[in-house]
Every structure is written in C-alpha cells, then in structure tokens.
DNA sequence: TATGAATGAGAGTTCATTCAT
DNA sequence: GATGAATGAACTCTCATTCAT
C-alpha cells in the first residue's frame, strides 16, 4: 500500500527528525551532514539526495520541528473546553523544562537559532514570520474564545494581546533556559499566568500565587 | 612611559572593537579570523597573538560590547534626577532601532549570539550570567531608587521586579527586531513603559497613551 | 517480431545521440551521465544498463557521431557527376558553420574532443585512428576519381595528398571555430580550395577569387 | 636581496610549471590540485593560496606554458640572420617531437587542450587569442623580414599568409601527433616548408625535398 | 527493462593555527 | 610585535556505479 511513497516520506521526514535532533543537541553551527547521516543510519550522500543543500535542510528541519511542536499544541487546544484551560495548557507547555516529557528546554533552543538565522538568512526569516504569526494567532484566538464563553471580559485588541503575552513568554523563557537557578520553570509559569491575566483581565484565583 | 603597555592595551581594544563590528554584521557563525584582521589592518596572525584561540576572542568581544554598552548606559544613569527618568531612558535604549545615533539594534543581534553560544559553550555561559545579572541590578536599582524618592509604591522584591521587566524588555525587543512591520520601535516604548508601570505600580501620565 | 531487438537497437542509438548532443553543448568533461538521461528522459541507472561505463559510453557516442557525418558525406558523394563537385562539397561540408542546416560548427567541437582524448586513452586512439583513415581515403577517392575523369592531373600519391588536404582543413578549421571575426567561413572555403588546387594541379576559375 | 619577493615569485611560477607538467602528462580533465601540490612537494592547500581557484591555476599555467614557449621562440628568431633560416627554424620547432631535446611533442598537447577549454570558457577563449595573434604575427614578422632582405617576393598580406601558414602547421601538427606511424615528424617537416614556399613564393632548393 | 534509493570515493575549498623570519 | 607562507583537518557537494524491486 504505497509503501514506496511511504518509504520516500518516511525517509525524508526521518532526516529532518535526525537534523532536529542534532541540532537540539550541538547547535546551528556545530551540526555537519555527517552527523544528521550518522544518526539516521545512512551515508552523507543519501542527506543531499534528499535536501538540495545543507542550508535548505537546516531551514526546514527548524521549521519542520516548529510544525511538529504547533500541531501537538493545536491538537491539545481543541480537546479544551474552556479558554482558561488553554491558557493554563499553553503556558504549561512554553516553559522549558517544565514537562520533561515533552523536552520543552530542547525546543526552545530551537526557536533561538531560528531567531539568529532569520537575522541574516531571508528564507529562514521569511520562514519565522509565519511561524511566529501562526503563534500568535493561537494565542490570539485562546483570548477571543473566552470573550466567547464570557470567561474574559472584552478589551484590547486580541491580536496586539496575543503579541504582547507571546513576547513576554519569550523572554522570560531565555531567562528560564539560561538561568534556571535564579528564575525557576515553576516561577516562570507563576509570573506568565499573572501577567496574562493582568493583560487580558481576568481574576486570578488566590490560591494560585 | 607605559607606552609599550598602552599600546598593547590599545591593539587588544582595538581587535575587539572590530570583531564586534564584525559579529554584527555577519553573524557569528560567518565571522573568520581574516575578517577580524582585516578590519584592524593586520595579519591573521597576529590576532592569534592578542588572543590565545578564535573561540577565546570571539567570547571576549561579546562581553566587550555588553561592557561597552553597559558602561555608557551607567554613565547616563547617573545624571539622571529621577527614577522616572532613569526608567524612561533605560526603555529608550532597550528598543531596537529607536535611537539611530546608539545603532540598538545592533547590540540586540549581539545578545541573541551570546543566548544562543551561551547555551552550549559553558564559558560564554559563565560570562553571559555575569553580564545578565548586572542588568537586572540596574532595573531593581531605578526600582529601589524610586522608592527611596516617593515615586514608586513599595511593593514586590525589586530583585524580582527587575527580572520580571528585563524578560519583557527582552520578548519584545526580539519582536521588534525580526518583524518590525507588526511592532514598531515607537509601540514597543509604549508597551515597555506600561508593563513597567503595572508591574512597578506607578501611574502613567495619560497623554503617554 | 524482433521488436524487442528493435526497441533495443532505438535505445541504443538514442543514448548515443543524446550523449553527442549532450557533448556537443557542454563538452565532453562537462557531460554527466545524468545530464544524457534527462536528454533521454530515462533514468541514470538505464543509461549504464546499455553501456558498461561512462567512459565506454563516450568514446562510443564521438564515434558514432563520426559514424553519422561519414554516411551523410558518402550518401552525397554518390550522387555527384564529377570530382570537382565532390570537392567543392566536401570542403563545404568541412567549413564550420557555413552551412547552418548541417550544425557543421558544432561537430567539430566534437573532432577536438576526439583529439584530446585520443592523447592518453587507447581506446579512444585506436577508434580515432579508423575515422581518420577513412576520411582521408574519401580525399584520396575523390583525387582518384578526378584522375580518372581526367579533370585533375596525375601527380603526387592521391593518399598522400588526402592526408595533406586533410590537415589543411583541419587547421583551418581550428581557425575559423576559435577566431572567426579573423578568418570567416567564406575566406577558409576560399582558402581550402585554393590550396587544393595547387596541390592536386588543377585550374582555379578565376571568378572563384 | 628581496629574497622575500624572489621566494615568492618562485613559489608562484614553480606551481604553474608544475601544472603544466601535469596537464601535459594526465591531460586536463585528470589533473587534480592535489597531483600540483605533490609535484611541489607541498600540501593541497598552498596551491589555492597562491591562486584563487583550480580553474584559474590551469588557465594561467596553460598560457604560462605558452608563454615560456613563446619566450625562447624569441629568443632564437632574433639570433637569426636570414628570413629562411628563422622559417626553418620556426617549423623545425612546431613539428611535434622533431626535437626531442625541446619537449615539442608535449607542448602540442597544451595547445589542444586550449583549444578545447577556449571553446567554452570564455577567460580561456580570451587568453587563446592574445596567443594566437602572437603567433600570427611571429610568421608574419618573418615573411616580412624575408621581403626587406629581398628573400621572399612580394606578394600577398604578410598577416593573411601568417593565417594561413600557422593553419596548415596546427594541422599537420595534429596529424604528426596522432598519427606518427602515417605521417612522421620528418614528412611534417618537409611538407610544412613546401607549403610555406609555396604560399610565400620562394624556391626551394631541391636537395630538400 | 526500468527505476531510483543508496553508497562511497573523491574533489575543491575554507580556515584556524603554527612558525620561521 | 608583526607578517605571511604553509599546513592539515574538515566539510560540503558531486557523481559514477550498484542493486533491490
């Protein structure tokens, strides 16, 4: 049953996973072709039969990972009944190392690279544009839901929220990544709820602080 | 006297100015050790000389620049009568952009360098802690200096209030600098200065807004 | 029936085709065997299926190339009444891109590959060895057939003659292929009959200069 | 005494005589920077700090290499008395491996493989031209030696004869070097002074024929 | 017959680093 | 201090060739 369509998808799906990885774990800059083969098994070669040019791979492995990472959120959010849960559940989700089951400190490393190389790289930047567009609108979408169910009163603009909130989980995330001494997961999930709640403004129950 | 001393002194200085200017604009990744040399004027050895290693010297011209930067922000500090006015200018040159005569965002592509070598290169990570923690005891200082005048309520840890405004510093700058179409400089200002205000407790003059 | 041996024959030839159109527009070290099987629109792989190597497969498409211009030549040959005809024809043939519909120009790209790589490969020597026999001998033939007809003299050896004319043309060939704002088409077409003239021992007509 | 400048410009030009060696002896195609830097006894790397790519290396050795040839061809024209003597000589040092002290038979191969790279690589294409018209002019300078001395006739366009001459050479060249067996350098010889006696319009002496 | 995934042997090129001068 | 020739290790990318299907 289309097994070689699957076999070609597979193996192509199955170089950019190996590229993540190795991406995850030595760096932009440290990852070679021959580390992605290695990991997959296969020979340097068969990397450049499938991805024009080390460059393309590495883009589309960043942006490949961000798809994998967006459609487990996506998915997640749907299960949700109420706008507050969701909220609840995308901040759990964008505090590194919070769940270690889903690696979330590994992700995030990701996002950084992809933050340099769009700095310089047009296609990587034009790439991150709707990565980062499609991130807010989640949020975005989280806020106009609750207005919806009368969970969050009306307010601000939805999309200037979804900014505002996506940007200050983005910085308290490097402080998370780099400084887990001084500024813990569970802090940052603390000052992230209260934050958003004081933005879009809703009540936070007591109990939580 | 001490011209030998001085000019080594100078030559040092000098080669980490350049490299930083190089960094900036091509990138860590793409800065070789003959692009460094060749915006001081001399050969590539003698980089190597000043230097004990590339690596060495490109993590000493990142913490050149943040010094360099912090240096001249300290000495503006301190001119300034007001707390209010201190955390006015400090926004001012934290948004990428805003003020062509510092070239902020510039500096910014240097920091996100330091992230993301500081993330695997345990030396730069050392260094980068260092340079994090002295700003974010600038922000607690404006803080506990606006309490000591009056301008500010007491209220949470200024130590925490500092981190807690540096990560939003931090998210935002990192919208304005990849998509400054959808987030300009002037409303990352805006939005600095509020937050702060929230966070801080202060109330912000209406014609602000 | 023998649809099978003919299937393959076509197969055959087409390669060889593709492969001396493919030499002719990129030379000979720039062919890949990728590039003739685009040409063909089949597979890498089928093209080695016919010949045994990519090395094989060249020396076979420059004589086979060979090959077609001789039966071309000799089909046209035929049908000319005298000797002084058939010269006339065969220098016109020889003047590269005088007669635009036969692509003359672009197969003598193809003879100088033929030169340079009879230089150090046997193979490709001894081939060459045979086409170069045989287009002397064409000379030759049509000297003898003048002789014979009594339009040309009797004179030198007509093999020796055949070599000499046939050098003549080569080098100005090379001439008129490399340098033609120097030395046109028309000029070495003068040029070639000229000094058959004198060399064979007929009379030119003096309209001709 | 600038021996620094001296030690350079040795490196420089032992690098492009060693390639020449090596084109002459592999052939174009074949030769690889690592078979120069062996030639050299130096590492891969060296060869691409003195030239900034292989391709441009082999261009300059192939033109360096005529050059050179050039150079003593010269040389040995201006020690000439007689306008016949410097045509013997001319053609005694064009009839491949007539002197084996000369390495002629070697050199015929470089000017192929110019002939077959000017066809497509339009730098080469360039250089070829400039040689070529040296060469040119060097048969035209003699035949217009000979008409001042009052050996040759006057007579047709020294330049167009120079062509024509240097045509029927390249030619009978390419035959001698194919082809020892049918036409040897002796025969070349001889037959390459008929020519040029004939186009030019002196006597020739009949011992030598 | 035909494909195309896969390999592996290089090739050119880059670049940090060394070292004699 | 300063140069620049020289090295050598790596890396990306190319391509003929093989082989299971």
Same mark, same amino acid.
């Given at each position: 049953?289309a097994?070689?369509?699957?076999q ?10 190996a ?16 580390d ?12 450049l ?10 883009v ?5 990972a ?6 487990r ?6 299960? /949700?009944?109420?706008? $507050? *849960?969701q =909220? @609840? +559940?995308?901040?759990?989700? %964008?505090?590194?190392g ?12 990701l ?6 190389r769009?700095?310089?790289d047009?296609? /990587?930047?034009?790439? $991150? *544009?709707? =990565? @980062? +567009?499609?991130?807010r609108? %989640?949020i975005?979408?989280?806020i106009?839901?609750g ?7 009306a307010?601000w603009?939805?999309e200037?929220?979804?900014l ?11 402080q ?5 001494t001084?500024f813990s ?7 992230s ?6 933005l879009?403004g ?8």
């Open positions: 049953m097994s070689k369509t699957r070609q998808k597979d193996r192509h799906q199955e170089i950019l996973e590229a993540a990885r190795v991406i995850t774990e030595r760096g932009l800059a440290e990852t070679r072709i021959s992605i083969a290695d990991r997959c098994g296969v020979s340097p070669g068969l990397i039969y499938y991805f024009e040019s080390k460059d393309r791979l590495l589309e492995a960043l942006t490949f961000n798809d994998q990472f967006y459609l959120f996506s998915r997640e959010m749907r299960r /949700m009944k109420t706008a $507050r *849960e =909220l @609840d +559940r995308l901040i759990e989700l %964008s505090v590194p919070l769940l270690p089951e889903y690696e979330r400190l590994d992700e995030w490393a996002w950084i690279e992809i933050w340099v769009a700095l310089r047009p296609m /990587m930047a034009k790439e $991150r *544009e709707v =990565l @980062d +567009r499609r991130w609108q %989640s975005a979408d989280i106009r839901f207005r919806e169910t009368g969970e969050f009163p307010g603009d939805a200037e929220l979804g505002q909130i996506g940007a200050t989980i983005d910085g308290l995330a490097i998370v990544l780099m400084n887990d001084v997961p569970t802090r940052m999930q603390r000052v709820l209260e934050v958003a709640s004081r879009i809703f009540e936070l129950e007591p109990a939580e602080a």
